[in-house]
């Protein structure tokens, strides 16, 4: 290599080096001024284009094999109020558990809920019909019944998930805009008192939050497995099945709806929590199945560049959102690569002329230590600033667990291309843990 060579090498190290905090400091910056300045074109957009405020709320719960979980989480969404007292319709889908999940069901008895169970073989074929078969007995109900299918939102709470009590009201207040066809809500973590759930709680409650905030404004928002609301009018107009059989079916239901036009929103003003996985191979297996739909869903880059409803900013946003897991994966290998060759050389006395010294060689990991310290704790204070529940001590010490943690993901993503490679499509679920019950509520009124 030459001298030249190295030059351009060094360059082109710290470009890279350098983008990662470059793009959190500008993030950051963004995330702490986003909700005092997007609320008023927030607001102004609801009235211009109201009322298309909904009148009657389902909340689905896909349930397999939820037997520790699915009674509090039943229990909390049916206490789940919206505008003028309306309360929301409960159904289960049951995709052929096997443990006590049905006695745990048959035994809360209220007039609004209600249980669809499936049985093998037509069971356990992924989340995504599960859904389908919900979103499909919803809509008989709703056509049976003579209601508007705009008039009707369809939350998903998964089988550990608790929706924060303003929920609906919050859903409402952005749905009333008739250009919005879905919302996804802020998304925390309850378990949080151990390290593993600290750092996912810092990754949900402050970059994810940062980032989909980000998308409201250019109109990328995705929508998440947990905490999303959507139209029944734009789910009919996906057809029969609106989930698929990806490995992350809420984004790909995500990108086909902004393919149709449908507008969807993003709040952190609401909320759903969720249980953290606190085991490292049950959450590398989590991150490998979401890398392996990330893998799926590139097939929709063609299609988003052709449309003409995807502006160049949201396109380029999207494109990095499903691309650059893939672009940090070479770059790792190659650094890695670099690192390896140069010291290696210095071993054997042929230092390569990017890094010709030891002192070079420790500068530069000293360098890049900092660099991949440095995010995790300005995302600690910007959880701090934002959230305040939690001690500033705990915070920074999962930022310091957060390069770990993104050493993780990288891992999932390697076997996630293999596994995709190898033409491997099968998942097995999150594992839940036991939690304590919440209180039953009085309340038994139907929906509206």
């Known amino acids: 290599m030459t001298a030249s060579d190295s030059w351009y090498l060094v360059i082109a190290g710290y ?6 905090p470059v793009s959190t400091l500008a993030l950051v910056s963004f995330a702490v001024r986003y909700v005092a300045s997007h609320r008023t074109t927030t607001v102004t957009s609801s009235l211009a284009h109201g009322d298309g405020t909904p009148q009657h709320f389902w909340i689905i719960v896909p349930a397999l094999n939820e037997e520790v979980v699915v009674g509090t989480t039943v229990n909390a969404a049916l206490q789940l109020g919206g505008p003028g007292g309306t309360l929301a319709r409960v159904l289960v889908v049951d995709d052929g558990s ?30 995504g019909e599960a859904l389908n078969a919900a979103y499909r007995y919803i809509a008989e109900r709703t056509a049976e019944a003579g209601v508007a299918p705009d008039k009707v939102v369809i939350g998903i709470i998964d089988g550990d998930g608790q929706g924060s009590r303003n929920i609906l009201l919050e859903v409402s207040r952005m749905m009333r805009d008739t250009t919005v066809g879905a919302v996804q809500v802020q998304v925390r973590i309850r378990n949080r008192n151990k390290l593993l759930g600290a750092v996912q709680d810092l990754e949900f409650g402050a970059i994810v939050n940062a980032c989909q905030s980000l998308r409201d404004t250019i109109n990328t928002v995705g929508l998440g497995g947990n905490g999303q609301f959507t139209r029944l009018s734009a789910l009919l107009a996906l057809g029969d099945s609106p989930w698929s059989a990806c490995l992350v079916e809420d984004l790909e239901l995500g990108l086909r709806m902004h393919l149709d036009g449908v507008g969807i929103r993003y709040t ?21 199945r979401w890398a392996q739909g990330n893998i799926q869903c590139v097939r929709y880059l063609r299609r988003l560049m052709s449309s003409e409803r995807i502006g160049p900013t949201s396109l380029l946003e999207v494109m990095h959102y499903l691309i650059s897991p893939w672009i940090n994966a070479v770059v790792t290998v190659v650094l890695i690569g670099a690192t390896t060759t140069a010291t290696a050389g210095l071993l054997v006395s042929h230092p390569m002329p990017f890094l010709p010294t030891w002192s070079a060689l420790a500068g530069s990991a000293g360098m890049w230590f900092s660099v991949t310290f440095f995010p995790g704790f300005v995302w600690a204070l910007v959880h701090r600033h934002r959230l305040r529940d939690e001690t500033l001590r705990r915070l920074l ?16 993503t390697y076997r996630a291309i293999g596994r995709q490679a190898a033409g491997r499509q099968a998942w097995a679920k999150t594992e839940r843990l036991a939690e304590e019950p919440l209180p039953q509520s009085r309340q038994v009124a139907l929906a509206a």
């Not at 470009?15 to 990662?20: G, N, S, T």
């Not at 952190?268 to 490998?288: C, H, M, N, P, Y």
Request: hydrophobic content about 50%; proline content about 5%; cysteine-free.
């Open 15 to 20: 470009a890279i080096m350098l983008a990662w």
């Open 98 to 127: 096997d443990d006590r999940t049905p006695e745990v069901l048959a035994a809360i008895s209220h007039p609004r809920l209600q249980v669809l169970r499936r049985n093998l073989p037509n069971a356990r074929k992924g989340k």
């Open 268 to 288: 952190s003003r609401a909320s759903v929590t969720q249980q953290a996985v606190v085991d490292l191979r049950r959450l590398t297996r989590q991150r490998t």
């Open 397 to 412: 010490l999962a930022a310091a667990a957060y390069p770990i943690f993104l050493l993780l993901g990288l891992v999932a």
